[in-house]
């Protein structure tokens, strides 16, 4: 498999604090590497970094051969990187369908024929007018754009079956159930088919059954070949889908290895259950 994301000695000061402290690891093209630790280890700072959310204060983050370190947001989801989010974000006042279309955003070259003038504050105008003429102005070209586009959504929406988003395309996403804001999170980051789909804690707040959807869906897509990078806290789920595992503990970077390597780990074991269990003792 060749590389798809390199890390290289990645740092995050908060003042004194080292949320993140000279972390480095690779991700390969249809790879999914989990990253799991306990509260505080760093894990959400890390893909903070990763997605454009915070500047590193050391170090660089390459998606493929391109260096992607301190790029915003929308230019690193422009580059293939989608993600979602722990505490979720969906937009509450629009409907599921409208959510999930504003995630393909990135792909548009119809309807927003001059979206990289929007990153040089001189010239945002010109491409503002433009995308204005063009949504005021039919022609064919927009019409397949946006049929293809809306053919994207709904297939991610029956991704999740029939009970789950399929026929609340037009529901406010804020009278969704909280699982279904997830999913509509999920499939809003899938619409634009992502060469890497970051996931932040994707079943939190989710029940047994829930988690089960959701693991499926995962090992589906690792099935077609979506690279992940994942953060989670539900540990079988990350040993059932992950072909690595990176731990975290205070910033730092403690073991790495695959799933069976992690949960035989000692300095892992310490991290979740404290020294004792490392050692084999008893509380």
């Known amino acids: 498999m060749s590389e798809l994301l390199r890390v290289e000695g990645l740092s995050k000061k908060f003042g004194a604090l080292a949320a993140v402290d000279d972390l480095s690891f690779t991700l390969n093209e249809g790879e999914v590497v989990s990253i799991i630790g306990p509260n505080g280890s760093g894990k959400t700072t890390t893909i903070n970094l990763i997605s454009g959310e915070l500047s590193a204060t050391r170090g660089h983050?390459?998606?493929?051969?391109?260096?992607?370190?301190?790029?915003?947001?929308?230019?690193?989801?422009?580059?293939?990187?989608?993600?979602?989010?722990?505490?979720?974000?969906?937009?509450?006042?629009?409907?599921?369908?409208?959510?999930?279309?504003?995630?393909?955003?990135?792909?548009?070259?119809?309807?927003?024929?001059?979206?990289?003038?929007?990153?040089?504050?001189?010239?945002?105008?010109?491409?503002?007018?433009?995308?204005?003429?063009?949504?005021?102005t039919p022609f064919p070209a927009k019409t397949r754009e946006l049929a293809w586009q809306r053919s994207a959504a709904e297939e991610e929406i029956g991704r999740f079956g029939a009970h789950r988003l399929v026929g609340r395309e037009q529901d406010w996403a804020a009278s969704l159930s909280y699982a279904n804001r997830r999913r509509t999170e999920i499939a809003r980051a899938l619409a634009s088919h992502p060469r890497l789909l970051v996931l932040d804690e994707p079943t939190a707040g989710m029940?047994?059954?829930?988690?089960?959807?959701?693991?499926?869906?995962?090992?589906?897509?690792?099935?077609?070949?979506?690279?992940?990078?994942?953060?989670?806290?539900k540990l079988d789920l990350v040993m059932q889908l992950s072909d690595r595992v990176i731990v975290m503990d205070n910033g730092h970077k403690i073991a790495e290895g695959d799933p069976s390597e992690i949960e035989s780990n000692p300095r892992v074991i310490e991290a979740y259950l404290g020294k004792r269990y490392a050692t084999g003792g008893h509380a």
């Open 61 to 136: 983050v390459f998606l493929e051969s391109s260096r992607i370190t301190r790029f915003p947001p929308d230019r690193v989801a422009e580059a293939g990187i989608r993600r979602t989010f722990q505490n979720g974000r969906v937009f509450g006042n629009t409907s599921v369908l409208d959510n999930i279309l504003i995630g393909q955003t990135p792909l548009l070259r119809v309807s927003h024929p001059l979206g990289r003038l929007r990153r040089y504050p001189v010239l945002r105008w010109v491409a503002l007018l433009t995308e204005l003429v063009v949504a005021l």
């Open 207 to 233: 029940n047994t059954t829930e988690t089960a959807e959701i693991l499926d869906i995962l090992l589906a897509l690792k099935k077609q070949g979506q690279a992940i990078l994942l953060v989670e806290h």
